[in-house]
T-cell receptor, first 115, second 109 residues
């Protein structure tokens, strides 16, 4: 079974530039999560989708971050414009259903460096 | 909100047991988790325990849960070099998974 795929693996941009990350979850997984993991910290949930609808985006800085999952499969996360403090690893995860009892499977992440 | 607390570093000799401790915050957490993160990789669920259990054993892994003190521990028996990683404790809060900052386990030869 293929795991969660993410691209790119690494990205370096200058502040005020835009960047987009892509995630392909495990086939059949209805729930998709984007996490931000700052160096030395645990992952923090940014947004959660159930199929193509947003379940929770309370921690997403909506003035600069946006995410979509148009067909309920792939998802993109965009930052525009980026700030220095956005430097982090962005992890995508998926699970069969929207419940903490279902295991979340994580992708390898995209490491973003903002200069 | 309050943080899930765990020590940042642990060094253990190969072959010894490793014990990683965690204090969580939500007494109503249904599930408590241990995730493993190897360099350059995402998180991998290592094991979990239901809140109505005190202990769970899975091969070299033993999880102990003290609900009164909101304390969770992970014991890795016969620690190997392949166990070198960051271990995250996590709780469920409002049906979301909240992670600690992780404990980096270093294996000494």
């Amino acid at each position: 079974e293929a795991g969660v795929a993410q691209s790119p693996r690494y990205k370096i941009i200058e502040k005020r530039q835009s960047v987009a990350f892509w995630c392909n979850p495990i086939s059949g997984h209805a729930t998709l999560y984007w996490y931000q993991q700052i160096l030395g910290q645990g992952p923090k949930l940014l947004i959660q989708f159930q199929n193509n609808g947003v379940v929770d985006d309370s921690q997403l800085p909506k003035d600069r971050f946006s995410a979509e999952r148009l067909k309920g499969v792939d998802s993109t996360l965009k930052i525009q414009p980026a700030k220095l403090e956005d430097s982090a690893v962005y992890l995508c995860a998926s699970s069969l259903e929207d419940h903490a009892g279902y295991e979340q499977f994580f992708g390898p992440g995209t490491r973003l460096t903002v200069l | 909100g309050e943080d899930v607390e765990q020590s940042l570093f642990l060094s253990v000799r190969e072959g010894d047991s490793s014990v990683i401790n965690c204090t969580y915050t939500d007494s109503s957490s249904t599930y408590l988790y241990w995730y493993k993160q190897e360099p350059g990789a995402g998180l991998q669920l290592l094991t979990y325990i239901f809140s109505n259990m005190d202990m769970k054993q899975d091969q070299r892994l033993t999880v102990l849960l003290n609900k009164k003190d909101k304390h969770l521990s992970l014991r890795i028996a016969d620690t190997q070099t392949g166990d070198s990683a960051i271990y995250f404790c996590a709780e469920t809060r409002d049906d979301k998974i909240i992670f600690g900052k992780g404990t980096r386990l270093h294996i000494l030869p």
